[in-house]
């Protein structure tokens, strides 16, 4: 038995190793990234953008992303690590879902072409067949790595997709920066949020756990007497357990990019983290459970043929004093 134990440890050791990665350093934070890639990606499925998954980062001994999920499989719509994001339409669909029948194919922008199959709806945590991911190119340095996605005509949707991750010089900062350009001959109408699934040193969502938000909050959903609301904060009234899910939409932002203002903390751990974006947030959903506690800012684009956007997203992170 023990020899199987061990067998089966070499070998997910191995997988591991094998999957496409970079690390960098700024010489404050180091950073170990997972690189999309169609057959060997640790991450080939169709909910989240595939690129700048990171599997951990650490500051001063800590560690702030990790594996919070039990079961691993490249195809598992959520088996992905660190600040990822999604892409959706406003009606939270892939882009042209609508306008294709079954058979043709719709686009998740940071994936690529996806397969319509014959079905009711379109189903967000499904994974779906693939036609097309696209060019992925990777440019990597010390500090940074540059991911660059090239979707062709899909449905009269196209696309050039830049994001970086980017540690700062000298300081205990990440950044996140993102381009999209539409090469297409439709307007691209979508939203994105960032899933951040911080695991401060693996502290289980507990009272220990507190989100600061720059405005006072208001929930649309019901927290089941796990957690609550206190002005400006979302603190936790138990550890939850396995099972448990603590969730719901906030609100009570504004409209300027002031209220992208965030930062998560464990007391225990004697960490936290300031997530700053540059755009204004559209929707801000809250989910956790005991593994990862995850605030969710969306934030909205409509970018015409031939238009691009960018958005940044800086990560501060820190020691409390105590």
């Known amino acids: ?24 350093s700024n010489g404050v934070l180091q950073a170990k990234l997972y690189l999309p890639d169609a057959q060997q990606g640790y991450y080939r499925a169709t ?17 702030f992303f990790g594996q919070w999920f039990d079961t691993y499989d490249p195809k ?21 879902y609508d306008e294709v029948k079954p058979g043709e194919n719709f686009v998740k922008i940071g994936v690529g072409a996806i397969r319509k199959p014959e ?21 990597k ?9 090239e979707l062709n005509d899909t449905a009269g ?39 951040n699934f911080y695991m401060l040193d693996n502290q289980p969502a507990s009272p220990d756990y507190v989100v600061h938000f720059p405005f006072d909050l208001r929930l649309n959903g019901d927290l089941k007497g796990l957690a609550e609301l206190r002005g400006k904060d979302f603190t936790y009234l138990k550890e939850l357990e396995k099972g448990q899910t603590a969730a719901g939409d906030l609100e009570g932002f504004g409209n300027t990019a002031k209220d992208y203002d965030i930062r998560v903390e464990n007391k225990k751990a004697g960490i936290g983290v300031r997530q700053v974006g540059d755009q204004p947030i559209t929707r801000m959903y809250f989910w956790s459970i005991r593994s990862t506690v995850c605030p969710e800012a969306y934030i909205s684009m409509k970018i015409d043929p031939g238009k691009e956007h960018t958005w940044r997203i800086a990560y501060e992170f820190y020691t409390l004093n105590k």
């Open 1 to 24: 038995m023990k020899l199987l134990i061990f067998c089966m440890s070499a070998v997910t050791a191995l997988s591991a190793a094998d999957f496409p990665q970079a690390d960098i």
């Open 47 to 63: 909910r989240f953008d595939w690129s700048g998954v990171i599997a951990s980062l650490e500051y001063k001994g800590h560690n």
């Open 76 to 96: 598992i719509h959520d088996a992905i690590m660190g600040p990822v994001e999604e892409f959706l339409t406003p009606n939270r669909q892939g882009l042209g």
């Open 119 to 139: 079905e009711p709806r379109f189903r967000q945590f499904g994974t779906y067949d693939i036609a097309d991911s696209g060019k992925w190119s990777v440019r």
């Open 141 to 149: 340095g010390a500090d940074f790595v540059e991911f660059t996605q």
């Open 157 to 195: 949707y196209a696309y050039l997709y830049r994001k970086t991750v980017r540690l700062t010089p000298g300081k205990p900062e990440l950044v996140l920066e993102h381009s999209l350009k539409n090469t297409g001959k439709k307007t691209i109408d979508t939203i994105v949020y960032e899933h």
